[in-house]
């Protein structure tokens, strides 16, 4: 079964400076998906970025990037200029499509505090 | 274009009581699926559907029941309701069922919060 890890403790950053969130994940599938979510406090999960397997570059989507090492198993989320909104839970997850049901494995997640 | 609609927001039941938790798309996407979160955790897969007439069974599918006559519906039932059953139930939905490509990505509801006492 596909295994995401993510062990960061709270993390709090300073608003406007950069932030890495560690994301691992195993599989023995050459084809998967990887995505990131962000939930606030009110609740809901917002998608942020998607990276897949085959992709030769790290995806970027406005002030989020992905850092792709696919030897190291790793999946990086890094926020750029840190703002106050961006205090929340961040979520890494993977699908394995080659298995037909795109169901998602997620970590158990890196909570960010983001301060003045 | 409202996405991933879902109701109730919230919900109180007594052990042994019945409900269905309602989730509906007008996105036309063929993939759905519920997964609970309780604390601490990550989310975990209940039940998920292919397209329309076909569901399966997640990680943790106990208690609970589904089908889908529609494309846009994909409803939750709790046969039993149980105190361990007390979580948060989000549906999403994605484009296709797992095609390896970015069409893959699962948009959430607003979720369910359901208390079993």
């Known amino acids: 079964a596909q295994k995401i890890t993510q062990t960061q403790p709270g993390m709090f950053v300073q608003e406007k400076e950069a932030v890495t969130l560690d994301c691992t994940y195993d599989?023995?599938?050459?084809?998967?998906?990887l995505f990131w979510y962000k939930q606030p406090s009110s609740g809901e999960m917002i998608f942020l970025i998607y990276?897949?397997?085959?992709?030769?570059q790290n995806a970027t989507e406005g002030r989020y990037s992905l850092n792709f090492q696919k030897a190291r198993k790793s999946a990086n989320l890094v926020i750029s200029a840190s703002q106050l909104g961006d205090s929340a839970m961040y979520f890494c997850?993977?699908?394995?499509?080659?298995?037909?049901?795109?169901?998602?494995?997620f970590g158990k997640g890196n909570q960010v505090v983001v301060i003045p | 274009n409202a996405g991933v609609t879902q109701t109730p927001k919230f919900q109180v039941l007594k052990t042994g009581q019945s409900m269905t938790l309602q989730c509906a798309q007008d996105?036309?996407?063929?993939?759905m699926s519920w997964y609970r979160q309780d604390p601490g955790m990550g989310l975990r897969l209940i039940h998920y559907?292919?397209?329309?007439?076909?569901?399966d069974q997640g990680e943790v599918p106990n208690g609970y029941n589904v089908s889908r006559s529609t494309t846009e519906d994909f409803p939750l039932r709790l046969l039993s309701a149980a105190p361990s059953q007390t979580s948060v139930y989000f549906c999403?939905?994605?484009?296709?069922?797992?095609?390896?490509?970015?069409?893959?990505?699962?948009?959430f509801g607003p979720g369910t919060r359901l208390t079993v006492l």
């Open positions: 999403a939905s994605s484009a296709t069922p797992g095609t390896s490509g970015p069409t893959d990505t699962q948009y």
């Open positions: 599989t023995s599938d050459p084809s998967y998906g």
């Open positions: 990276q897949g397997s085959y992709d030769q």
């Open positions: 997850a993977m699908s394995l499509p080659l298995r037909g049901n795109n169901r998602l494995a």
């Open positions: 996105m036309n996407h063929e993939y």
């Open positions: 559907s292919v397209g329309a007439g076909i569901t």
